[in-house]
């Protein structure tokens, strides 16, 4: 069976600070597909990144970053010098082999970045 | 860009009705998907459509019905809600590509909050 976990029900840190969200997944299928989405109070989930299994490179978008490692299951996300605008629920998700797409979600985390 | 549309932000019916969500997507989207989200639990699959008339039960199927009767439009139906379907709908459309597409991302619309009293 498919299962991804966030840990991390709720994480409040201070502008600046730097911020990890730990996803860690399960999954049989050799070939699957990790995404981060962010969930700010507005309600629309916007995609902000994903993985292949094949590809363990880390990634760094900006301010963000990824870390996937199929040796630990793990897929974390680092907001560096968070900001206030970072404050959202984010969810792990991971797809696995075949032509549909569907999604198997984490619990999510909420993020607040205080000023 | 992809515009995923709900018919309704906020939504509060009774017990026994029969409630429509409407979701248009306006890029030809071959998948489609409807959601619930609750607190601690996540995003939960309730169907999908990989196109049109054709559906596929998700994990969380009970209680609802879909339908898929124009690529655009994917229609999720409360047959007789009950007040534990009161929760956040989310819908999604995905293009498919090439098989396998599990790659792409899904692209969501802004949710509708459904109360049932």
């Known amino acids: 069976a498919q299962k991804v976990t966030q840990a991390q029900t709720e994480i409040s840190v201070v502008e600046k600070e730097d911020v990890t969200l730990d996803c860690v997944y399960e999954?049989?299928?050799?070939?699957?597909?990790l995404f981060w989405y962010k969930q700010p109070p507005s309600g629309e989930l916007v995609f902000l990144i994903r993985?292949?299994?094949?590809?363990?490179q880390n990634e760094i978008s900006g301010r963000y970053s990824w870390n996937f490692q199929k040796s630990t299951s793990s897929f974390n996300f680092t907001i560096t010098a968070s900001q206030v605008v970072d404050s959202a629920v984010y969810f792990c998700?991971?797809?696995?082999?075949?032509?549909?797409?569907?999604?198997?979600f984490g619990q999510g985390t909420t993020l607040q970045v205080k000023p | 860009d992809v515009k995923v549309t709900q018919s309704s932000r906020y939504l509060v019916k009774r017990t026994g009705e029969k409630v429509f969500l409407e979701c248009v997507q306006d890029?030809?989207?071959?998948?489609m998907f409807w959601y619930r989200q609750d607190p601690g639990l996540g995003l939960r699959l309730i169907y999908f459509s990989y196109d049109v008339k054709m559906k596929e039960k998700g994990d969380i199927p009970e209680g609802y019905s879909v339908s898929r009767e124009k690529k655009e439009r994917f229609s999720l139906i409360l047959e007789s809600a009950s007040t534990n379907q009161t929760s956040m709908y989310l819908c999604?459309?995905?293009?498919?590509?090439?098989?396998?597409?599990?790659?792409?991302?899904?692209?969501f619309g802004d949710g509708t909050r459904l109360s049932i009293l």
């Open positions: 998700a991971l797809s696995g082999g075949g032509n549909t797409g569907k999604l198997i």
């Open positions: 999604a459309s995905m293009r498919q590509l090439t098989r396998p597409s599990s790659n792409q991302p899904q692209h």
């Open positions: 890029m030809d989207h071959e998948n």
């Open positions: 993985r292949n299994s094949f590809d363990e």
């Open positions: 999954t049989r299928d050799t070939t699957y597909y």
